[in-house]
């Protein structure tokens, strides 16, 4: 018990060395289980680090921390001293074309898989670039965006759909117009929802063309992303 004036206040002070080495934990407070072994000892900790900066500033960064399957620790959330928080798994995805996808041709009885072959960064590892398939590694709400760029599409003839599907839904589509302006040099289809996935759902991106015979090109510079938000 600490006396702050005539009150008293319960606390628990963990006390570091003094060691004024920038960025280096100061105190924590781990949860073990007494039965595991190893790195699978440690389920979680809540670990304070000085400040980089320590010598001029006395903030420090307070890190959270729990055990991966097959006993890996990792940093899961970070407090920063600025009061702004890092989740460095948390899922987010930003994948592009490789290069442009060409001649997607007439309507028939399946839709054309959107190839999203290079990615620009997967924080959780969750876009398979093989089969251009996001997929959701927990159930909760997901903000999900595509941006297609279409050239090419000047038949009278052809309207154009572009139909974002989960393992058990349609979530999203968009329909081109019945008519295409034959002197536009490219059309841009784009969407933003926010959405509830189920953990395991897939999230893909496929177009479809209703008549005519154009052969439609999808630009390289298109794009699909998605972030876990909550």
């Not at 007494?34 to 400040?51: C, D, P, V």
């Not at 759909?161 to 349609?170: D, G, W």
């Amino acid at each position: 018990a600490s006396a702050t004036g005539s009150a008293k206040t319960a606390m628990l002070n963990l006390m570091g060395d003094g060691n004024d080495t920038d960025a280096s934990r100061v105190a924590s407070v781990f949860f073990n289980d007494q039965s595991a072994t190893g790195a699978g000892k440690s389920l979680a900790g809540i670990e304070a680090y000085r400040a980089s900066n320590h010598a001029t500033d006395p903030g420090g960064d307070l890190v959270f921390s729990t055990n991966l399957s097959g006993g890996s620790y990792v940093e899961k959330m970070r407090i920063h001293s600025e009061g702004f928080v890092t989740k460095p798994l948390q899922p987010a995805f930003l994948v592009k074309l490789d290069g442009d996808q060409n001649n997607i041709t007439a309507g028939g009885a399946s839709n054309t898989l959107v190839q999203f072959d290079d990615e620009v960064f997967d924080a959780n590892s969750d876009f398979d670039t093989s089969n251009s398939r996001f997929t959701a590694p927990v159930t909760g709400k997901y903000l999900l965006t595509y941006m297609l760029r279409v050239h090419n599409l000047d038949e009278a003839s052809t309207s154009w759909s572009v139909i974002m599907a989960t393992s058990n839904r349609n979530i999203s589509a968009y329909y081109g117009p019945s008519a295409f302006d034959s002197d536009a040099n490219y059309w841009t289809f784009t969407y933003t929802m926010v959405h509830d996935m189920d953990a395991n759902d897939l999230a893909t991106v496929t177009v479809y063309q209703d008549g005519g015979t154009a052969q439609a090109d999808i630009s390289q510079y298109s794009y699909f992303s998605g972030q876990l938000i909550s």
